[in-house]
């Protein structure tokens, strides 16, 4: 059955839980495919939300190292209120901080948003509230199912993964092998023996053509989730 977040702190801590944990920055647009496209969120929640986050320094811009960057800080909206304390009148923000009017950093305009060069990735306040909260929130079955979205959007390349292949004799045969090292270490290893050298020039071919579809499927086999191998 279909999971639509509709808390808004369960829908901020899903963005920040996937564009964390894919790992690589992200266009607004790309970002915006892979939390929509299997319903836990609709867009105008996505639209408002991210917004929000960029607002709150949960997420930045990032630079060409992939670092977030941080603007100047807007102003409040409006003057802030005060309150007495001991005699004093001071902004009461510096008494509840929660009680400030307007966002920490500017709003991203909607040039920023429909520009894919501009990307964007999770700061490091936003990657804490991520991964301590993402367990206790997100039902892990909504967590995985928008992992493998990912997958299937981004390209390898796109997430800075490296493909590897080799092969060498063995008896009549051919022993392939192919890998895939992602930010994380290995995400694929394995060998395969080829018969004939047109099996193993067909496996050579294959990887290196559609690495990402090769991987996909060996995941969807070992997982019994074999539809996945089908879903554009």
Do not use: W
Request: aromatic share 8%; with cysteine.
């Amino acid at each position: 059955m279909k999971m639509t977040l509709k808390n808004p702190d369960e829908v901020k801590i899903f963005i920040l839980f996937l564009l964390d944990r894919v790992g690589v920055p992200l266009s607004y647009s790309d970002l915006g495919t892979i939390v929509i496209r299997d319903g836990v969120i609709d867009y105008f929640a996505y639209f408002e939300y991210f917004c929000e986050l960029v607002e709150a320094g949960h997420i930045a811009e990032a630079d060409a190292d992939g670092n977030p960057v941080f603007p100047e800080p807007a102003a409040p909206d409006k003057e802030l209120p005060s309150v007495s304390v001991d005699g004093d009148e001071v902004p009461e923000n510096l008494v509840a901080s929660a009680t400030l009017d307007g966002a920490k950093y500017p709003r991203p305009s909607g040039d920023d948003l429909a520009n894919p060069a501009k990307t964007y990735v999770v700061s490091e306040t936003g990657r804490l509230i991520a991964r301590s909260l993402s367990e206790n929130i997100l039902m892990a079955a909504v967590r995985e199912k928008s992992y493998e979205s990912a997958m299937r959007h981004l390209s390898l390349e796109k997430m800075g993964a490296v493909c590897d292949q080799t092969f060498e004799r063995n008896g009549d045969a051919f022993i392939f092998r192919c890998s895939v090292k992602d930010k994380d270490g290995t995400a694929l290893d394995l060998a395969l023996r080829a018969d004939t050298v047109h099996q193993l020039n067909r496996m050579r071919l294959n990887f290196d053509e559609r690495p990402d579809v090769i991987m996909r499927g060996i995941v969807a086999l070992l997982t019994g989730n074999v539809n996945y191998l089908f879903e554009e």
